[in-house]
């Protein structure tokens, strides 16, 4: 007679470093799922590519982190996260004047409203991964947090940057593009 054995329970690893990394994965799965609903929704063309930009990064943060939870899960030490520069990063200090978005006042309220919710995860995004950076032991951890919540900023100064173009309050990320008065 042949002795039944019970299926072995894989072992669920705790602790807070990898609470966190579950809860950022988890996160970016949010926004990723959020943007791809906020593309196809969009009717502003610039506002439409700003959210397919942002599913590319929400898409790299999300490897970055599962590969992370990988190598602690096996046991081992947390590792230097490679990041690039985002396509983001790369695009917005090389957008020459606010002419290369779409002409201001081009978005609906639906544009608008999904905008404002998209800052505000962004934002979310960015104050998370500063406080477990600033919980985090290792070095490598602290490291990739900081550069999680930069690349967050990034966006949100972005999304910002649409807002301010669509609903034409006359700023460009931050900077005055008309003034009424003159310098005499």
């Given at each position: 007679?042949?002795?039944?054995?019970?299926?072995?329970?894989?072992?669920?690893?705790?602790?807070?470093?990898?609470?966190?990394?579950?809860?950022?994965?988890?996160?970016?799965?949010?926004?990723?799922?959020?943007?791809?609903?906020?593309?196809?929704?969009?009717?502003?063309?610039?506002?439409?590519?700003?959210?397919?930009?942002?599913?590319q990064?929400?898409?790299?943060?999300?490897?970055?982190?599962?590969?992370?939870?990988?190598t602690?899960?096996?046991?081992?030490?947390?590792?230097?996260?490679?990041?690039?520069?985002?396509?983001?990063?790369?695009?917005?200090?090389?957008?020459?004047?606010?002419?290369?978005?779409?002409p201001?006042?081009?978005?609906?309220?639906?544009?608008?409203?999904?905008?404002?919710?998209?800052?505000?995860?962004?934002?979310?995004?960015?104050?998370?991964?500063?406080?477990?950076?600033?919980?985090?032991?290792?070095?490598?951890?602290?490291?990739?947090?900081?550069?999680?919540?930069?690349?967050?900023?990034?966006?949100?100064?972005?999304?910002?940057?649409?807002?301010?173009?669509?609903?034409?309050?006359?700023?460009?990320?931050?900077?005055?593009?008309?003034?009424?008065?003159?310098?005499?």
């Open positions: 007679m042949k002795k039944q054995t019970k299926p072995v329970k894989p072992v669920k690893k705790t602790g807070a470093g990898l609470d966190a990394l579950q809860k950022a994965i988890q996160s970016e799965k949010s926004a990723l799922e959020t943007y791809l609903k906020f593309a196809r929704q969009t009717k502003n063309v610039s506002g439409k590519d700003m959210f397919l930009r942002l599913c990064d929400e898409l790299g943060h999300l490897n970055i982190l599962e590969k992370e939870l990988d602690l899960m096996a046991g081992q030490k947390w590792v230097k996260a490679k990041f690039q520069p985002s396509d983001i990063e790369e695009i917005l200090p090389h957008l020459a004047s606010p002419k290369d978005l779409a201001a006042g081009q978005g609906s309220s639906d544009d608008l409203a999904a905008l404002n919710l998209a800052l505000e995860m962004e934002k979310k995004a960015s104050n998370f991964y500063k406080r477990e950076g600033l919980k985090a032991e290792d070095k490598n951890a602290q490291a990739m947090y900081a550069r999680l919540a930069e690349m967050e900023e990034a966006h949100y100064n972005l999304i910002q940057a649409e807002l301010d173009h669509i609903k034409d309050v006359g700023f460009w990320f931050g900077i005055q593009e008309f003034t009424l008065e003159t310098n005499e």
